[in-house]
């Protein structure tokens, strides 16, 4: 059974600029319901490496992508092991001693990530971060409950946003062999060639300029629908 918050999200996807967005709205109610949090974001691995799909208004700067860069740090930990990760004072933390040292230049002294399972992604962390020791202590059971929430909506929105990347891609596809399609007409035409022919010989002029297919068939279409200039004309 889907919970009210991903029921909700494929009405405001539809809405939506996309999923940054939409991920950017989610971490901002985070910090509105979680006691103690400053900013809150969404941390999950693509392509073998950990990236941050968005943050909170008043997340500081750098706060993640310092974690990623030495590979150590509480959402870097907790997306690696699935185990929630809590460090009620920066100040004592010795875990992540290069990340501490920096998140406290940023105003940080207490943080929660909490691991996520994102479908069809290898680690995912949602992440709290408070300016006061202990500021997010209270607050731990209402992040878990969140996260178990905010795991289900990001599944929808990834799902979407996938699909509508899938159909863009199809639609790409659409246009390319289009493309491809009237300049084997138009050398057929000029050449009296069939189209096999038609297709090996660009092909084979688009090997030998190392240009793609689809940008020579276009520039070879749209030269042919230019229209006639004065010299043209005056020898018609």
Known sequence: MRSETSDTLETEMARSS??????????DRAVQEVPGAAACSVTVRRAGR?????GSRGLPSGLDQRQYENGSGPCVDAADTGTEQYAPDLATEARWPSYTEFARSAGVRCVLALPLPVEGEAGAALNFYGVE???????????????????DAINVALRIEHSRSSAADVRTALLS????DQ???ILMARERIDARNALERLRRVSQDRNVKLRDLCAHL????????????????
């Open 133 to 151: 020791p202990g500021a997010l202590g209270t607050g731990r059971d209402a992040a878990r409950a969140f996260a178990a929430r905010a795991t």
């Open 221 to 236: 279409v749209a030269t042919v629908a230019e229209p006639a200039g004065p010299s043209s004309r005056r020898g018609q």
């Open 183 to 185: 300049a084997i007409g």
């Open 177 to 180: 062999r289009s493309v491809i």
């Open 50 to 54: 950990l990236l941050t799909l968005a």
């Open 18 to 27: 996309g999923l940054d967005t939409l991920l950017r709205d989610l971490t």
